[in-house]
């Protein structure tokens, strides 16, 4: 490839085509110096399906790799099934990294990424959110990564026990631990709704954690007293 082995690239006009891949092959180990003939199927591939076939979307992975401060074969294996969110992607895993260095983080992210791709700008607010309340650690980005939950509604939910001065380390991890994907909107919901009354705390979200579907007439909110007294909704 590189001594010009794709005969369209040879010319002045698509030799710009050539440029980045000389550029950034090294970061996802395509090997430019390696005859045609020896390249694997996928290498084959990557060059007549995602660059020529698809010149904008090579561009976007072009992009993508110029946000990346060190090689990561992972990323471009990932893009390859996403190959419109290359630039979003590649971005997002600047962020992930710089906040949450970890082997772990990095490979649920790319498993995330095929589902959730066109989500990235949501996991990147939530994980700057979580970081401006010194809540980002790897594990608790990690987990998030590694479960299927709508990132925008956890971000809301996020939020909601921070105004109730709930939002901590262990929290969050009740979350991950518990919270199915069809359960969080309703979590959501019913958390605003006890935000309203004033009576979002602790007691009542672990219960709302145990009984996601409970009504919100059968909690009980404990005072300071030791009295309860019933929430109507």
Request: charged share 25%.
């Amino acid at each position: 490839v590189y001594e010009g082995a794709i005969a369209p690239w040879r010319t002045e006009k698509m030799g710009e085509w050539l440029t980045p891949l000389i550029k950034n092959g090294i970061r996802f180990d395509f090997p430019i110096h390696r005859p045609y003939e020896d390249l694997t199927d996928a290498q084959k591939e990557l060059l007549f399906d995602t660059i020529l076939k698809n010149p904008t979307c090579y561009e976007r992975i072009s992009t993508g790799l110029n946000h990346l401060s060190e090689k990561n074969a992972d990323f471009f294996e990932t893009v390859l099934s996403q190959p419109e969110y290359a630039d979003k992607v590649a971005i997002g895993l600047g962020v992930l990294t710089k906040m949450a260095p970890s082997p772990k983080v990095k490979e649920n992210y790319t498993i995330w990424v095929r589902s959730w791709a066109k989500n990235i700008d949501d996991l990147i607010s939530f994980i700057k959110y979580l970081e401006a309340q010194k809540l980002c650690s790897p594990s608790i980005v990690s987990s998030v990564l590694s479960i299927n939950l709508p990132i925008k509604s956890l971000t809301l939910l996020a939020q909601k026990l921070w105004y109730a001065e709930l939002l901590n380390q262990d929290n969050l991890d009740l979350i991950v631990r518990n919270v199915k994907q069809g359960n969080l909107d309703m979590l959501l919901s019913k958390c605003t709704k006890l935000a309203e009354y004033c009576q979002l705390n602790q007691k009542n979200f672990e219960h709302l954690l145990a009984f996601p579907e409970i009504e919100l007439s059968k909690l009980q909110r404990i005072e300071d007293s030791g009295d309860s007294m019933g929430i109507t909704d």
